[in-house]
């Protein structure tokens, strides 16, 4: 397939990598959320949204406004984390700063789904809503500190993690540049 896009193989490369270094951050939540680790959950955080930039930076796709959409959403998710650290404390500003960075994740999912047919991309894509419409209603009804609510959702940032892991894996496995295989 002929493009006049320029895009060599290490942007596809850099483009994966964001994709392990995101999953890196999942896997730091994810295994420290059980636990309470604030500094796990923070450190898990940063690197997640860290995966998530640079993926967001060297995505490949034909409509800049896709793109623009993806980058605009991830970086005010990390403006909204940022002031969330230096002047709001409250952890509603950080759920809406992971509702933005998981929106722009939504898109890169999404388009690796649509794209290469990747079945987790399209739950993980389709799954990012739920879980901020649920964090909002757990810190809206003061159930954050519950046993039952904290165990749900160890376990679902658990199924997560491991869909992220199986996405992965495909995704590394897949040849440098392959274009997508849109059904159009």
Wanted: contains cysteine; positive net charge; aromatic residues 20%.
């Amino acid at each position: 397939m002929e493009t006049d896009i320029y895009y060599p193989k290490t942007y596809d490369i850099i483009y994966r990598s964001g994709y392990v270094i995101g999953f890196l951050g999942i896997l730091l939540f994810a295994l420290s959320y059980p636990f309470f680790n604030r500094f796990g959950l923070f450190l898990g955080i940063s690197v997640f949204y860290l995966g998530s930039l640079i993926s967001g930076i060297f995505l490949l796709v034909w409509r800049k406004e896709v793109k623009i959409f993806i980058l605009l959403c991830i970086i005010l998710g990390i403006i909204f984390a940022v002031s969330y650290l230096l002047f709001f404390k409250n952890p509603e500003v950080l759920i809406i700063s992971m509702g933005f960075v998981l929106a722009g994740l939504a898109g890169l999912y999404g388009k690796e789904a649509h794209c290469f047919h990747f079945i987790e991309g399209w739950i993980l894509m389709w799954s990012f809503p739920f879980l901020i419409f649920a964090n909002l209603l757990i810190y809206g009804l003061n159930l954050q500190n519950n046993g039952l609510v904290h165990t749900i959702f160890s376990t679902v940032y658990l199924v997560v993690m491991l869909l992220a892991l199986s996405f992965l894996i495909k995704k590394l496995r897949q040849p440098l540049m392959q274009f997508c295989q849109n059904q159009d």
